[in-house]
């Protein structure tokens, strides 16, 4: 791993620069961070945010005298990059909810509830394909960030044509 690489000394899963630099990690590493013996996984939901429908895994990690709550979102059709989030995950970090913390999902169980999720979504993720459009959310979102790419993409309406990108 090089010195870019490194984990945060503040990071107990382990989230390199790069990572947090393009907001997502792999599905390998999903995996690896699913199965580590510190990881306790406290919640696993089918939901929507304002991107499309997604599978929701919150997970937590000791830190020091307290847990770091982390929920990873992916394995759905994100309908602005107009493609299907499979082997990726995103996610975003969260402050301990009593409700949440007391609640823990057997990893057998997670692993088998996330396998059946990519299950069901595996007979569209070879057939769908990218519009224009897409790209270039895509595009933009890579260089700012959702919200920033979806406020653009508002703002300019129908006076780019996507078919070009």
């Excluded at 937590?60 to 982390?70: G, H, L």
């Excluded at 975003?92 to 299950?119: C, G, L, P």
């Excluded at 270039?136 to 780019?160: C, K, N, R, V």
């Amino acid at each position: 791993m090089s010195s870019k690489e490194q984990q945060p000394a503040s990071d107990p899963f382990g989230i390199t620069e790069k990572e947090r630099l393009w907001d997502r990690i792999s599905d390998r590493r999903f995996q690896g961070i699913l199965d580590d013996a510190d990881t306790l996984i406290h919640e696993i939901e089918l939901s929507t945010n304002n991107y499309g429908e997604f599978l929701f895994v919150t997970m937590s990690r000791a830190y020091q005298d307290k847990r770091q709550f982390v929920t990873f979102w992916g394995a759905g059709f994100h309908e602005y990059r107009e493609r299907w989030l499979h082997d990726e995950w995103r996610w975003y970090e969260m402050n301990r909810f009593a409700d949440v913390a007391a609640m823990s999902i057997a990893k057998e169980e997670a692993q088998q509830r996330i396998q059946a999720r990519r299950d069901e979504i595996q007979p569209w993720v070879d057939t769908a394909s990218q519009s224009g459009r897409g790209k270039f959310f895509e595009f933009l979102a890579d260089l700012t960030d959702e919200d920033g790419a979806y406020s653009e993409m508002e703002d300019w309406g129908d006076q780019i044509d996507f078919d070009e990108f």
